[in-house]
């Protein structure tokens, strides 16, 4: 069975440093990737997705991703952290019929 | 363009009592999901949908049932609450494996159990 691994409960950041979120899944095959944001008392927001071809994927309010299949690692990168970013941040691996196994989430706190 | 609505959006509930949640989409999706999210265990599957009348059990199925009778609603039941079903809830929605889309999310609902 898949599984996901994102290693930090919490991550405090200053304003206008660079972010990177770690997520490790298990998967026995090509797996497909998806990082989503969710802010307090809301839902999910979907940032980027990883299906194939190109390993560094592009995603929105500035947010990028790179797969590598070697170190079975999907970490979410972001260079300049803007205060609007604070929340909980989760990587998630699709297995069969696109159900999803979430990891337990990152919480992103950003210092002034 | 509604995509994934939820309903209620909140509700508390006594110990022993039933009730259901229900989720509709209006995005033709084949596949659906329910998922319930507590604090420091990220997102867990109860149940899901592949298609109109299947039903069929994730990782945390104890204490819910669930309902397809049509393509766009997927219904979540629980006919004896427990404290331990106080959760939010997302319910979500795909198109069929083969078309690589994510899937579409719901706002949640917030179940307490008292």
């Known amino acids: 069975a898949q599984s996901v691994t994102q290693p930090d409960i919490h991550i405090t950041v200053s304003e206008g440093a660079s972010l990177e979120l770690r997520c490790n899944y298990s998967?026995?095959?090509?797996?497909?990737l998806f990082w989503y944001v969710q802010s307090p008392g809301q839902g999910l927001q979907l940032l980027l997705k990883y299906f194939s071809g190109d390993t560094l994927v592009q995603g929105i309010k500035g947010f990028e991703a790179e797969f590598k299949r070697s170190q079975s690692s999907f970490n979410l990168r972001k260079p300049s952290v803007h205060w609007s970013d604070a929340a909980e941040y989760f990587c998630a691996v699709r297995g069969g019929y696109s159900t999803l196994t979430f990891g337990k989430g990152t919480m992103l706190l950003v210092s002034p | 363009n509604a995509g994934v609505t939820q309903t209620p959006k909140f509700r508390v509930l006594k110990t022993g009592q039933s009730m259901t949640l229900l989720c509709a989409q209006d995005m033709n999706h084949e596949y659906m999901y329910w998922y319930r999210q507590d604090p420091g265990m990220g997102l867990r599957l109860i149940h899901y949908s592949v298609g109109e009348g299947t039903t069929a059990k994730g990782e945390v199925p104890d204490g819910y049932n669930v309902s397809r009778l049509k393509k766009q609603n997927f219904l979540l039941g629980l006919e004896s609450a427990a404290p331990s079903q106080t959760s939010v809830y997302f319910c979500?929605?795909?198109?069929?494996?083969?078309?690589?889309?994510?899937?579409?999310f719901g706002q949640g609902t917030r179940l307490t159990v008292v």
């Open positions: 998967y026995g095959a090509t797996p497909y």
């Open positions: 979500a929605s795909s198109y069929e494996a083969r078309m690589n889309t994510e899937a579409f």
